[in-house]
């Protein structure tokens, strides 16, 4: 059976003599590797088809799905340029690098994403247009909040440990597979420090650049429990 997707590409490196091993992302399979080809050569082709392999341009990729194939790998037959482009450049580069990173670490294969599709290209228009680091920021913490979500490892900002309503103008510890901890009833203190008003800003997305500091402390430590100790490579590169 022929299958045609959308698809950014989220990683990409060299396979045998001639091919590239491509990680993509796509709605209805998620993330998921195919063998691209001729993409090394040096032949005019092979140029055309490097260029395709670029992060943030959208494709149309096509395959042939074999049955009782037992291999999360696939042989991409067609790659096509899509309309749709982000030229992310400078700091707004780094940030969908840093995205994508999470994506390949994070999602397990060939699992349909269709709301996460939407999403990351959302996110991609959001890091285009943004004017300042603090809309980036903001941009990548909304990201972040989301795709922990539709893991299943949503963070609860609107109610404490107890089942207490949050209150805005308390602090708070939050523990991330526990959660928040008024500070005033937390003896241990070990939790990441928090405003209330900056749990419910995001729990209504709701910008306050006040907040930014914290929620990255927070999604710092809540994505390091899924990420496990090798660290993100893309941090590096904003420093």
Known sequence: ???????????????RETSALVTFFTPEYGKMNGVVRGVRGGRKTSSQKTALLQPFQKLTIQWREKPNNRSDLVSIQQIEMAPLRFPLMAEANICGLYI????????????????????????LYEL????????QAWSLRQFEYQLLTEMGHGIQCDTDMNQQAILPDQDYYF????????????SQKQ??????????????????????????????SVLSIYLGNK?????ELFK
């Open 1 to 15: 059976m022929e299958i045609e997707q959308s698809a950014f590409v989220l990683h990409s490196r060299p396979y």
């Open 100 to 123: 994508n990173e999470l994506l390949y670490r994070l999602l397990f294969p060939q699992v349909a994403t269709e709301t996460l599709f939407e999403i990351y290209q959302q996110t």
């Open 128 to 135: 285009l247009a943004a004017k300042q680091r603090s809309d």
């Open 175 to 186: 523990y991330p597979q526990h959660g928040a901890v008024l500070a005033t009833l937390d």
């Open 191 to 220: 939790g990441v420090p928090i405003k209330g008003q900056c749990l419910l800003a995001l729990q209504d997305m709701l910008y306050c650049e006040a907040c930014l500091p914290d929620l990255k402390r927070l999604f710092r």
């Open 231 to 235: 660290p993100i490579m893309t941090r």
